[in-house]
């Protein structure tokens, strides 16, 4: 069978930060040789008017549902198949069901292989459910599956799941549990990746002090640089920030998301709540690692002064690389549940929606208008990334001018400057074209 395989885009739009999908290489170490497929990634690459192929499938998540809906019609003949998964498959998986034929809920690693021999015999099922227990298989490297360079950065995920389960995040919709490689596996699998920096894409590298102490030690001989996304008990340690960086750590994601503590609280993020921000990031400089801080504004108790209080701060501690996110209440999620239940949503289904766009308000907030919230994120985004701003930061962290981390803060902050003007104010699932900025 001829299988196409779509890594969908919010909208069509060739992004400049687009991180090398993880999925193509699991999916073709899946896909029997006698199947013929080809990958294409929507985010580095224009699609075709047409595709020639027996199975159509796609990786879904909430933001690109309705660019998958819109790709499905289009792509339709009668004759084929049209698949879909990912993450917003674990919650919305009936409505996926009204543009495809099947879809994959959980992981592809118990469902895929059963989906395809399915269609062999004529009869796919409608619903495919993984076994949220199933190990994590190897992955054989798949360096044929890839046509863009993705910045020479790899991708590796040691495990799936979270440790903590924090209201507005979407994680446990689909893992409620964390599984994870064993540490040989991981050194084979990463030892035979041509990339030599690697952003690893788990939720939470770290899980416990011991098993991350050991992977440190595995991993350090492979001389990789390497990112993270790590918790704030993990960056509160000393020991642990060392390893990391001999291991060839030289960036660490972190989730501040808020600097008051009843909204962390709400929020239920509890590794947070006990966190002294300032001595955390002091901590984490001292180790020679860089800081992508992100933000969650808009919560019950943030009034229109948390935009500039979260800035100041930002600036203040030269955080090299941030988000500043505007609340979205994805489904499935305690947020999105609370917000229904009050009657505080202004879309039922936002991604689907007609008139929302990237970037807008998708719930009325307690202590500010709609716009306020849109227009409080685009506004410190925008000065963040402003290039005074920039060169503030830069020189104003001496481990910014060390000379790999330079480059890797400039082409970070040039890269997230260009991206906000391009994707702020468009049209979920259309053609990038003019913003609408004055939208409340």
């Not at 495919?128 to 798949?142: I, K, N, Q, T």
């Not at 960086?245 to 030289?250: E, I, L, S, T, W």
């Not at 489904?331 to 009050?342: A, S």
């Not at 202004?346 to 716009?371: C, E, H, N, Q, V």
Request: hydrophobic residues 40%.
């Amino acid at each position: 069978m001829k299988i196409a395989f779509i890594r969908v885009n919010m909208f069509e739009h060739i992004s400049s930060d687009a991180m090398k999908p993880i999925l193509f290489g699991i999916i073709r170490s899946l896909t029997p040789a006698r199947h013929e497929i080809v990958f294409l990634d929507e985010r580095t690459e224009r699609l075709p008017d047409s595709l020639d192929a027996d199975i159509i499938a796609m990786s879904v998540e909430t933001f690109t549902a309705k660019r998958a809906y819109i790709l499905a019609k289009k792509y339709r003949t009668g004759k084929n198949v049209i698949v879909m998964g990912g993450f917003h498959a674990a919650v919305c998986s009936d409505e996926m069901l009204e543009y495809a034929d099947s879809v994959l809920i959980g992981d592809a690693e118990d469902t895929w292989r059963r989906f395809l021999s399915d269609c062999e015999k004529g009869r796919p099922e409608r619903k495919y459910f993984s076994r949220e227990d199933a190990p994590l298989p190897p992955v054989r490297a798949a360096k044929d599956v890839y046509r863009h360079s993705y910045h020479g950065i790899g991708v590796y995920q040691i495990s799936r799941g979270c440790k903590f389960n924090c209201d507005f995040c979407s994680i446990k919709t689909m893992y409620k549990c964390v599984r994870r490689k064993p540490v040989g596996l991981i050194v084979k699998e990463l030892a035979a990746m041509r990339e030599k920096i690697i952003f690893f894409a788990d939720d939470n590298l770290f899980y416990d002090k011991s098993s991350a102490l050991a992977l440190f030690r595995a991993i350090a001989p492979l001389k990789k640089k390497w990112a993270c996304q790590i918790s704030m008990d993990a960056a509160r340690d000393d020991a642990l920030l060392s390893a990391m960086k001999r291991a060839g750590c030289f960036l660490v994601l972190m989730g501040f998301e808020s600097l008051n503590a009843d909204t962390l609280a709400e929020m239920h993020k509890s590794a947070n709540i006990r966190a002294d921000y300032e001595e955390v990031i002091r901590r984490v400089y001292s180790h020679g690692l860089l800081i992508y801080g992100t933000f969650v504004l808009g919560c019950d108790g943030d009034r229109r002064d948390v935009f500039e209080k979260t800035f100041r701060f930002a600036v203040k501690n030269n955080i090299s690389v941030t988000n500043f996110n505007p609340l979205i209440p994805m489904p499935g999620t305690g947020v999105y549940k609370r917000m229904e239940r009050e009657g505080r949503l202004r879309w039922k289904k936002w991604w689907l929606s007609d008139t929302y766009r990237y970037g807008d308000t998708a719930f009325i907030p307690r202590r500010m208008s709609p716009g306020d919230l849109r227009r409080g994120c685009l506004s410190i985004r925008t000065r963040f990334y402003s290039v005074p701003c920039i060169m503030k930061r830069f020189f104003g962290n001496p481990q910014h001018l060390k000379p790999y981390n330079a480059f890797v803060f400039l082409l970070a902050n040039f890269i997230s400057r260009r991206e906000i003007k391009k994707k702020q104010g468009q049209l979920l699932g259309g053609v990038l074209g003019a913003s609408d900025t004055d939208k409340t």
